[in-house]
């Protein structure tokens, strides 16, 4: 069965830096979107970056300039690189897959989905 597993999260200090990796397995993303969600104690879950099946990559406004989504094909694993990380981008980060190559910021419209890793920024 197809599993995403991230790792990499952990407790920061404002200003730092953390580099998320989502190892898949069970089938291919190498042409199909990927993204990352974060959600936060109490709020809804909310889109922070994804990668298209072309590669074209986007992002929410909030970490737009701060965070970097990557993937390398060969080891079938999504990254996320942040850098500059504020208390606010506190939260449990999700890795997700879609089963067809276009973008998308909606959780809706992914197929598969890790187990989430914490990230905490403190002040």
Known sequence: QVQLVESGGGLVQAGGSLRLSCAASGRTFSSSAMGWFRQAPGKEREFVACIAGNAGTYYADSVRGRFVISRDNAKNTLYLQMN??????????????????????????YDYWGQGTQITVSS
């Open 84 to 109: 500059s990380l504020k208390p606010e981008d506190t939260a449990v980060y999700y890795c997700a897959a879609r089963s067809s190559r276009g973008p998308s910021g909606m959780s809706r419209d």
